[in-house]
């Protein structure tokens, strides 16, 4: 890197899986002035599991903090696709082929050793200081980017801040978004799916009276249970002492009380009534989470933006691409942008605003279509999903029919356990994509 740019002073917003690969991808390409502002008093990430796919666990494996959370994570050898009301199943498909292809196995985990770990990287950098307990607000952009940290302590004084380069990774209800898009003069809002999802999960303790799911949590798959307008995902997590289910259903709750909220406490019973005619094994495991232990989530999106840059400022993660989970993405897409973001900084030739921002146009170049694309597909899974009763949930069931018999072109229909889809995700090297795009279009820029 340029002797003049390691010295820039970046801020990021956030601390969530965006903002936190963000900081260490800048460590370790040599900047030396980061500094993290998150609103939270510390990660505070919810109890639930995550998907951890190949082309997340390249990135964080370069970035040296991989190996620890491979040790508590799962690896998925298959998975299975079962009608919810008879738990029929309607595919299986084995996943061993995935680290022979893309060089990491379809691992899960837990949220907690995800982001502990990003963390733990990040804490082992000098160059990142984290700013715990401080809401940002008020981000100009010219002629150098500048917001005011306002800490949560009784008495705080508030700061103005300014930064050679500002990246916010402030997550679905980002303040920096909306003020890019009032500078812009584009109205648009964050957008209600119609959906949300319970998160629950269970330990060894409260399985292990029942035989048949104690064998969902010591397999090695993740199962999906389908039905009109609702679904189930669950995988074991935490080296198998915890299954981790998460939820698909009609949002009743948050449209029924609109609020700024975007989880709350859920009714078990309400729960139960949901996926009250799924079969009796899912609603026996649904059954044993104790009173007062359901949460919901609201799931919202937006619609693409016009640009997620604006000099030298750029927006990171759910801040500018929040996804449905139906493709298991959101936080790989988070991680694609920060790395992609170290990979265009550190080739800088100089510290001028003008070359940030080029450098910034590019970030987007290589990052917005793709994660637009894997929004748009995530959606669109949900939807397949979901059917109803009608022809395209025959044509559905057709091709789960030709799956199961050997016949057809092996097309799965939940894309998330498709092999050609797979490849578009897995096989992606989002670094080595934007080093070739910065060799090819800075200069010309
Ligand atoms: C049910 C469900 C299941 C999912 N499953 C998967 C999965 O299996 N795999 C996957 O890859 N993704 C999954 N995702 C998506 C994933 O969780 C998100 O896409 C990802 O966490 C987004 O990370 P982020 O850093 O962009 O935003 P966030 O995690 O939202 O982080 C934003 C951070 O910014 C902070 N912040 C916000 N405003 C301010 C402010 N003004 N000042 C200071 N700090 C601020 C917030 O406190 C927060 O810590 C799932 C999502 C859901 C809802």
Same mark, same amino acid.
């Given at each position: 890197m340029h002797d003049s740019a390691r010295n820039l002073k970046i801020c990021i917003i956030g601390a969530g899986m965006g903002g936190l690969t963000t900081a260490l991808a800048l460590a370790k390409a040599g900047f030396q002035r980061i500094d993290v502002y998150e609103?939270?008093?510390?990660?505070?990430?919810?109890?639930a599991g995550i998907q951890l796919a190949p082309n997340m666990a390249r990135i964080l494996d370069r970035l040296g903090v991989w190996a620890d959370i491979e040790k508590e994570a799962v690896t998925l050898s298959e998975t299975y696709i079962r009608q919810?009301?008879?738990?029929?199943?309607?595919a299986h498909v084995n996943l061993d082929y995935v680290q022979a292809t893309y060089g990491y196995p379809h691992m899960v985990g837990h949220r907690s050793s995800l982001a502990g770990s990003i963390f733990a990287g990040c804490q082992r950098e000098p160059a990142i200081s984290f700013h715990f307990s401080t809401n940002t607000e008020n981000v100009s952009f010219f002629p150098k980017p500048s917001f005011t940290a306002v800490p949560r302590a009784e008495g705080a004084a508030p700061q103005r801040i300014e930064a050679d380069v500002l990246l916010a990774a402030d997550g679905v209800k980002s303040n920096t978004r909306v003020d890019m898009l009032r500078e812009l003069g584009v109205t648009a809002q964050v957008e209600d799916s119609g959906q949300a999802a319970y998160r629950i999960m269970l330990t060894r303790e409260q399985m292990s009276g029942d035989a048949e799911l104690l064998a969902l949590l010591d397999g090695d798959c993740a199962t999906r249970w389908i039905g009109p307008k609702r679904h189930i995902i669950a995988y074991p997590v935490s080296g198998k002492a915890i299954y981790n289910i998460s939820t698909a259903q009609p949002d009743v709750n948050f449209a029924a009380a609109p609020s700024a909220s975007y989880t709350t406490r859920g009714s078990k019973a309400q729960m139960l009534q949901v996926f009250a005619d799924f079969s009796p094994k899912v609603r026996r495991m649904l059954d044993l989470?104790?009173?007062?232990?359901v949460c919901e989530w609201r799931l919202r999106v937006h619609a693409p933006?016009?640009?997620?840059?604006r000099g030298c400022v750029a927006l990171v993660g759910d801040a500018c691409h929040p996804t449905l989970p139906h493709l298991a993405q959101g936080a790989a897409q988070a991680i694609e942008d920060g790395a992609v973001l170290g990979a265009v900084l550190r080739r800088? +030739? &100089?510290?001028?605003p003008r070359s940030i921002n080029k450098a910034l146009r590019i970030y987007e170049d290589v990052r917005k279509e793709r994660a637009e694309l894997l929004v748009e597909l995530a959606a669109a899974n949900g939807r397949e999903m979901h059917l109803g009763e009608g022809k395209a949930k025959e044509e559905r069931d057709r091709l789960f029919k030709a799956l199961k018999e050997g016949?057809?072109?092996?097309?799965? +229909? &939940?894309k998330w356990a498709d092999k050609e889809v797979q490849r578009m995700i897995y096989g992606h090297d989002c670094v080595k994509e934007a080093e070739a795009v910065f060799e090819r279009s800075f200069a010309k820029l």
């Open positions: 609103y939270a008093s510390d990660l505070g990430f919810v109890g919810g009301s008879t738990d029929e199943a309607l989470v104790p009173e007062g232990e933006l016009p640009t997620w840059v800088l +030739p &100089d510290a001028e016949k057809g072109g092996g097309q799965v +229909p &939940d």
